[in-house]
């Protein structure tokens, strides 16, 4: 698993400590704010994977905060993590969107294991989410990895940069023509001059290292090409 950010918004140092502790192990940036205003401002300047929040705040209420984040990003998961254990502020917390409610005092062991559960989940869903998969060819969009099988066993191939691009973007566009022009314009830029004869010869390159899966590749004459794989 990739190292995962997540923001803790607690105004006490004890607390703080104790994620810290809890969290012993995982693979994860943990960043502290002790109110609301510091929460925002490191909400503006970075992408967190999941925010823990404790409901009353020296500035305002986490269940307010937890609405507004929601509001501009409704897929971030956020755990109450509060001295707050009526079952009434339970439902206030999982009406206003969180995704787990956990009271203090709690165990680090069950901190770390609710935690490392979620974030294993939101680790898989980014991985499928970056897979394009079909019988011919697995291409990885992160990492730019791209697997060919012309047998089950599957064999990575080496592309350029330039080669990547042009099959990212026939591999979007499944069963569709896609004209020289249009990839000329959106792979080399509207700026660039640079000749369709080019085009042909930079797809030429990539179905050679396509091998035995290179037919997903297809040429339509006088037009441009058409990606054409077999559906798993």
Not at 18 to 43: F, H, N, P, R, Y
Not at 178 to 187: A, N, T
Not at 210 to 232: A, E, N, R
Request: aromatic share 6%; charged share 25%.
């Amino acid at each position: 698993m990739t190292q995962q950010k997540i923001l803790l918004v607690e105004d006490t140092k004890e607390v703080h400590q104790m994620v810290q502790q809890a969290l012993v192990g995982v693979s994860v940036e943990l960043m502290w704010a002790d109110g609301i205003t510091k929460a925002k401002e490191l909400l503006n300047a970075n992408s967190f994977d999941l925010i823990l929040l404790d409901i009353e705040l020296p500035d305002g209420s986490g269940l307010n905060l937890c609405s507004e984040i929601l509001g501009k990003n409704p897929h971030m998961p956020i755990f109450f993590l509060t001295g707050k254990v009526d079952l009434s502020e339970k439902v206030l917390g999982f009406s206003a969107g969180a995704d787990d409610y956990i009271t203090k005092p709690f165990d680090l062991l069950e901190l770390k294991a609710r935690i490392e559960g979620k974030l294993k989940k939101i680790e898989l869903v980014k991985e499928n989410s970056s897979l394009l998969h079909w019988k011919e060819i697995q291409i990885n969009k992160n990492s730019q990895e791209v697997s060919i099988f012309p047998t089950e066993e599957g064999e990575k191939i080496d592309l350029t940069a330039l080669e990547f691009k042009i099959l990212m973007f026939l591999a979007q566009r499944p069963n569709e023509v896609v004209e020289r022009e249009l990839m000329l314009d959106e792979i080399w830029g509207k700026d660039v001059h640079v000749y369709s004869r080019s085009v042909d010869t930079h797809v030429s390159k990539l179905r050679r290292k396509l091998g035995d899966v290179s037919h997903i590749v297809d040429s339509v004459h006088g037009v441009g090409y058409k990606f054409i794989p077999t559906p798993l």
